[in-house]
Each structure stands twice: as structure tokens, then as C-alpha cells.
């Protein structure tokens, strides 16, 4: 019998304020049993944005920065490339919501991305803007009902949404580019041994590394979260496939 | 390093914060200050050091922020139109309290604007356009020597109260090439190893933050902030008198206009009327205090800004009613002359006083 216990990385007595039922949680503990097998904790800097995932430094015990929305990954391009001035090596990544990296920040995400800068994104998907009480995002498929698109998205009317992790993958600055779930048992073993690549990728030095998390937002979908995981499987991994669009070691 | 040489204002200012020890740049281009980054682009690179070409300014700042929470000396240098872009990221620097030294050498506005020279950004620097109850140290050279020791002082005063700076030079002074000595930086190096963020290794982790859901505890960190802008406001006031002693006209002038108005104190004295000059070197925090003494024996006050009345909205919270204050001003391009100002000044002193 396995026990499994609260990883290093997660703050001793610190409980989540995330909805009931939403990824984030599961996201998170993900990311620091990872920064605890790579050993990473000690010289990470973790960069915080708006939205659900503002609060990363009342979970996770790792310096970290609060970064202007959108903003994360200059402010994570200036700490890595600082830190390298003063030659020291640091572990820096950021942990973003969909709005934050592939709308407001889009600009700062993509470049970071075609500059190649050493730094990993973590970019939870949960096609809309939760905290806010879930509007419509860049990433909200079409047809879906948020409070700013009553009658569904309309891609006449609003648009299309965006396919990020295909987008990053385009840009020659990234090592890895990926799409991962977090509805079952198998997809959130898939999720955290691809956050432990896009992690390693960085610790090789290879340039700008990436996952995007398909994740629940039970309260705003208006679903229980049961029915969110269901409507990832059956409805969001089709819109959004799952996999791997760019691997520097594979091309 | 001792000797004069003949230097222009944006690469002095680029100079002097090579030889402070700035590890990181961040820019985007934009006239009048890009010589700036070309100048650091390669200086920076041979000496391994943090040089991005952003992809906008906001990309920069952004940066920047980033940057300084590591504890690294930083500069950004950008102008007027493109320094607006760079408003919410100062108001964030200021809460998470990070030094960041920012150049704005100043263009025409509003908007686009044109490449003119002008100072029309006295407002955006000293009350800023970010969100909340913040200040931003803002320090005003007048010539290229005050280009290098105004650098200095903006690196070790944003290090020291951990607070952004704006040098504010204008198109004139970073376009203008004249003599200056390149001495080494005067001001010690601030501790920081209690703030920075460097891995948690040996330590408890630490974050850097603005938001804070706590009513209470959001109150006490403005609280905080605004006792440090206290003690700036105490400390930190800097200024040039020239011939205000006696003085019974004084001009009210900054950065590189006041060179123009020290030269027309002078063409009055020679005419035996008592004239002088009262320039802020720091326009915030601005020297109320002092102007206020000098009001209580001086008749009037003529303020000159190349703005339609910007640091005029200081000059009168200063001087009260205690005298006249009286107004020149142009809003872009060619700097008001002396032989403009002259013109002015006499059709003022007519108004107020028959025997000039």
C-alpha cells in the first residue's frame, strides 16, 4: 500500500480556496511534487498572475512574485535573465490562467516564447475567466454560455477561440509545447510526468517550456465536478487535443 | 574617468548607469532616448549582462519588475507617449516596493505628439497615472553633468527606499552633446539579502505582492507606504538657489529651461533689478517647505515651464498667497529663448510694477 503524503513544497497547514471540485487543486500539488522530485524548491522563483491563480504563494513554499495581469512571463524573463547576470541559475516558472497568458498577456507569452527564454508556463485552461464569475475568454469554445456570451459563442459574432499550446508550439524559441488533462486517474499521471519534462527541459537550459491544463471550473460551468471531468472528456479534449505539439528532442 | 569629455545627455545617463553597477536593461525604442539601448545594447552583452529588447514597453517595465525583485540594479529608459504604457506596472513596483530606475527623456504630447522637445510629462511623473495612493521619486537634471549624478542618485535612492525612480531629462538635454566628467559613482551599496527573492534555500520562502484580501492588512501596508514617502519628503528634498537671497522676482524653473532662466536673472541684475532662480532637483518630493520661506519675502513669482503650467499647480501650493504668481510657458519644440523670456517677463513687470 502506497501512502501518499501533503508534498515538501506545498506550505505546511495551508488549505486551498479554490471552488469544490476545481483543477486548480489538483494542478498545483501536481507542480510542487514535481519541484520536489527535481529538488527544485530551493532555488525556484515562482511568478504568480491575476485571476483563480493569484494566491500560488499561500500554497506553494517557493519565493514567488505577483505578477500585473498578463504580465508573467516578462516579469519571469527578468528574474531568470537577472539572476544569469549576477550568474546564478535559478528555477523560474509561471502559473497562469488563460486569460492571463493567451489574452491580456498574449504579447508577453508569445515573445517569451519566440525569444526562448528559459522559463516554463504553466497555463491552466478552463475557458473562461473564473475568477471573475466566469465570462467569456479567449478560449471558451464556441457555442459555450458564459455570462458574456448568453447565447453561446458565435463565431460570426464573437470569434474564435485560441489553441495555445499549438500556437507556442509554432515558436522556434520552444523546447516543449503540450496539452494536458486532469479528468482522470491516467491524465493527471500524464499531466504531472509532462510538467516534470517541460521542468527538466528548462533545467537543460533549452529554452522556453509549456503546458496548457485542460481544467474544471465547476461553479461557473454550472456543473457538479463530476460533470465538468465528463465534459472535459467527451466535449473540451476534442476542441482542445490532448498531446505533445512541440518536443525540442524530438524534431 | 576624471577628465571632461564631450558627451551627450542619453549616453551619459547610459554610462553612469553601467558604472553604478546596472545589470539589467529592458527597452523599447522610441525617440528621443533610443540611443540609450543601442548604446547599452553591446556594452551590455560583451559584459554578460541582462539586455532584452522588449516587445513593448509594457514587456520592458514588466521586465524590469521582474528583474528588481532579485535585488539587481535596473533601468528601463523610454518617452513620454511610450511611458504611459508603463503606468501599471509602476503602480504594482511601488506596492511590492521595488527599485526600478526609469528614464523618460521627454517628447512632445499629448498622444503621439512629435519628437520635440517638451516637459509635459511633469504631471504623468510626479502624479503618476497608475492606480492608488503611491509615489514615485522623480529627479530633474539640467545639463549633462546632472545627467550622470542624477543616475547615481536614482539607482541608490530606488535601492535605499525600495521605490521606483523616474530621471526626468527632455529631448534637448539627451540629444545635446556637451562637456562632463564621468566620475565614479558617489553612493554605497544598499543591503538587500533580506527582501530579495533568490530561492528559498537556507530560508523561509518569501513572496512579493500587491493584492491583499484583508481590509485591515491592506490599510496598514498604504500606511507603511506612506510613512516611507514621509521620510523621503524629509530626507530627500533637493534644489538650486540662484541669487534668491535678496531677491525680489524670483523664477521657478526646471531641468533644462532653467538654464535659460538663470541666463535672464543674470540680464536683470546687470540692469540692478533683483532677480533669482529657485530650481527643484527634485520634483517630487517637491521643495515646498523652502519656497514657502522664500514667499514670505520675495514680491513676485514667475514660473517658466516648457508645459502650459504643470509644476505651477506646485509652485502656487507652495507660495500660497504670500506673493504674485505670475505665468510663462510653451508647450513644445524650441526652447523659450532669453531674449522671449526677457520680452515677457517685461510686459509682466510692467503690469505689476511701473518702474521697471
Not at chain 1, 46 to 75: K, M, N, Q, T, W
Not at chain 1, 192 to 199: G, R, S
Not at chain 2, 35 to 59: D, H, K, P, T, W
Not at chain 2, 275 to 292: D, E, H, I, S, V
Request: charged share 20%; with cysteine.
Amino acid at each position: 500500500m502506497q501512502v501518499f503524503s501533503t508534498p515538501k513544497t506545498i506550505k505546511e497547514n495551508s488549505s486551498f480556496t479554490f471552488c469544490p471540485g476545481c483543477d486548480h487543486g489538483v494542478a498545483l500539488k501536481l507542480v510542487a511534487m514535481v519541484l520536489d522530485e527535481l529538488n527544485l524548491q530551493e532555488q525556484t522563483i515562482a511568478v504568480a498572475s491575476s485571476g483563480c491563480s493569484v494566491l500560488l504563494y499561500d500554497f506553494l513554499d517557493v519565493d514567488c512574485i505577483e505578477s500585473p495581469h498578463g504580465r508573467a512571463c516578462a516579469v519571469a524573463t527578468g528574474i531568470k535573465r537577472a539572476h544569469k547576470a549576477q550568474g546564478n541559475n535559478k528555477f523560474v516558472f509561471t502559473y497562469q490562467g488563460d486569460g492571463d497568458f493567451a489574452s491580456i498577456g498574449i504579447s508577453e507569452s508569445l515573445h517569451s516564447a519566440l525569444r526562448g527564454e528559459n522559463i516554463t508556463a504553466i497555463c491552466i485552461n478552463n475557458t473562461n475567466y473564473g475568477m471573475t464569475g466566469g465570462q467569456m475568454g479567449p478560449t471558451s469554445t464556441l457555442g459555450q454560455i458564459t455570462s458574456t456570451s448568453p447565447l453561446g459563442r458565435n463565431k460570426e459574432y464573437h470569434g474564435f477561440p485560441i489553441k495555445t499550446a499549438e500556437h507556442i508550439a509554432l515558436c522556434d524559441g520552444a523546447s516543449f509545447s503540450a496539452r494536458v488533462a486532469l479528468y482522470d486517474v491516467k491524465n493527471i499521471i500524464n499531466a504531472k510526468n509532462t510538467i516534470k519534462k517541460a521542468f527538466e527541459y528548462q533545467k537543460e537550459g533549452l529554452g522556453f517550456s509549456f503546458v496548457e491544463i485542460l481544467s474544471s471550473c465547476p461553479t461557473n460551468w454550472k456543473l457538479s465536478p463530476q460533470d465538468s471531468h465528463k465534459k472535459i472528456e467527451e466535449e473540451l479534449s476534442k476542441t482542445y487535443k490532448l498531446g505533445i505539439f512541440k518536443d525540442i528532442k524530438n524534431e | 574617468m576624471s577628465e571632461k569629455q564631450l558627451l551627450k545627455g542619453n549616453i551619459a545617463i547610459a554610462k553612469a548607469a553601467l558604472n553604478c553597477g546596472c545589470s539589467c536593461y529592458f527597452g523599447y525604442p522610441i525617440t528621443p532616448q533610443t540611443e540609450i539601448g543601442e548604446f547599452l545594447s553591446l556594452e551590455m552583452q560583451e559584459r554578460n549582462l541582462a539586455y532584452v529588447c522588449a516587445e513593448s514597453e509594457i514587456g520592458a517595465i514588466n521586465m524590469a519588475l521582474g528583474a528588481a525583485s532579485t535585488g539587481a540594479k535596473v533601468m528601463t529608459s523610454s518617452s513620454s507617449c511610450a511611458v504611459s504604457l508603463m503606468q501599471e506596472a509602476l503602480s504594482y513596483a511601488c506596492s511590492d516596493e521595488l527599485p526600478i530606475v526609469l528614464v523618460n527623456v521627454m517628447r512632445a504630447g499629448p498622444g503621439q505628439g512629435y519628437i520635440f522637445p517638451s516637459q509635459g510629462d511633469y504631471n504623468q511623473s510626479t502624479i503618476g497615472g497608475g492606480n492608488g495612493d503611491y509615489k514615485i521619486i522623480v529627479l530633474s537634471p539640467s545639463n549633462v553633468q546632472e545627467c550622470i549624478e542624477l543616475t547615481y542618485k536614482a539607482f541608490y535612492l530606488a535601492q535605499k527606499y525600495r521605490n521606483p525612480v523616474i530621471l526626468l531629462a527632455d529631448g534637448l538635454l539627451g540629444q545635446m552633446a556637451e562637456p562632463a566628467k564621468l566620475f565614479d559613482n558617489p553612493y554605497p551599496n544598499i543591503d538587500n539579502t533580506s527582501w530579495i527573492l533568490n530561492g528559498s534555500n537556507g530560508r523561509k520562502s518569501r513572496s512579493i505582492h500587491s493584492l491583499e484580501p484583508s481590509q485591515l492588512k491592506l490599510n496598514q501596508h498604504i500606511f507603511n507606504l506612506h510613512k516611507k514617502y514621509q521620510a523621503i519628503e524629509q530626507n530627500e528634498v533637493d534644489y538650486e538657489e540662484y541669487l534668491c537671497d535678496d531677491a525680489d522676482i524670483i523664477i521657478t524653473s526646471f531641468g533644462s529651461l532653467a538654464r535659460h532662466s538663470k541666463a535672464v536673472c543674470n540680464h536683470y541684475r546687470e540692469k540692478g533689478i533683483k532677480m533669482g532662480l529657485f530650481r527643484p532637483k527634485t520634483l517630487y518630493p517637491f521643495p515646498y517647505k523652502r519656497l514657502n520661506e522664500l514667499s514670505k519675502k520675495t514680491k513676485l513669482f514667475i514660473d517658466i515651464e516648457m508645459n502650459l503650467g504643470q509644476m505651477l499647480r506646485d509652485v502656487r501650493l507652495s507660495i500660497l498667497s504670500n506673493a504674485q504668481v505670475s505665468f510663462i510657458g510653451k508647450p513644445v519644440g524650441d526652447w523659450l529663448k532669453k531674449e522671449e523670456l526677457i520680452n515677457a517677463i517685461d510686459n509682466i513687470a510692467k503690469e505689476q510694477y511701473a518702474s521697471i
